[in-house]
């Protein structure tokens, strides 16, 4: 069974940085393309950033290079780097299996998120 568990959410400071982990199981990230996604209060999934199974990295223009996504393959988990944080990065953060079109399809497999609050 595939399983993902996020951690690493909390209350941050505009301009701070944090890293979120993804633990996956059930599958192997060499073989597997892992996304991340947020969505903030009372708007839909907005995707973030992939990964592929050859290592490459494809994310969203919007995030002008903040954010960036790497794995552990050794330990099965990706991370997400966000840095100057701001307060319109507020949401709850998923990571899932699949690309930007699955994900926002709802296919595939999901995480239960992690919730990150930017305030000062």
């Known amino acids: 069974e595939v399983h993902l568990e996020e951690s690493g959410g909390g209350l941050v400071q505009p301009g701070d940085s944090l890293r979120l982990s993804c633990v996956v199981s059930?599958?192997?990230?060499?073989?597997?393309?892992v996304s991340w996604a947020r969505q903030a209060p009372g708007k839909g999934l907005q995707w973030l950033t992939t990964?592929?199974?050859?290592?490459?990295?494809s994310r969203s223009d919007f995030l002008m290079g903040r954010f960036e996504m790497s794995r552990d393959t050794g330990k099965n988990t990706v991370y997400l780097r966000m840095n100057s944080l701001e307060s319109e990065d507020t949401g709850v953060y998923y990571c899932?299996?699949?690309?930007?079109?699955?994900?926002?399809?709802?296919?595939?497999?999901r995480g239960q998120g992690t919730q990150v609050t930017v305030s000062s």
């Open positions: 899932a299996t699949g690309t930007a079109r699955t994900l926002l399809a709802g296919e595939g497999y």
């Open positions: 990964i592929y199974s050859d290592g490459t990295v």
């Open positions: 059930g599958l192997t990230l060499y073989t597997s393309t």
